[in-house]
């Protein structure tokens, strides 16, 4: 359906299929399954964060034993959260694309 989309847009078309992929009927993850999915998918993100404080925060309230599942925008918010302190971000921001 995005096959003429910017990159953006099929990046987020991206991102949202990999979440429905691992969503439960009700369109939600378990906070397990959505560790599952970043550690299986946005491994190169979370590479190397282990020892920031605000990771330790968001990874170990996936851990939490709670009922609460994780919506899409909940989702959507976790990966911007995480790409923003990732190192990667950084490596990023260097490499200037031409078009």
Excluded at 53 to 61: G, N, V
């Amino acid at each position: 359906a995005l096959r003429k989309g910017s990159d953006l847009e099929k990046a987020f078309a991206t991102a949202a299929l990999v979440y429905n992929n691992y969503a439960d009927p009700e369109s939600k993850l378990s906070k397990a399954e959505t560790k599952r999915l970043l550690q299986s998918q946005f491994c190169h993100f979370i590479q190397g964060q282990e020892n920031k404080p605000k990771y330790q925060e968001i990874i170990s309230s996936l851990d939490e034993e709670s009922e609460n599942k994780i919506n899409f925008e909940d989702f959507m918010i976790l990966l911007v959260s995480l790409t923003l302190m990732s190192d990667l971000l950084q490596e990023i921001k260097n490499v200037k694309t031409t078009k």
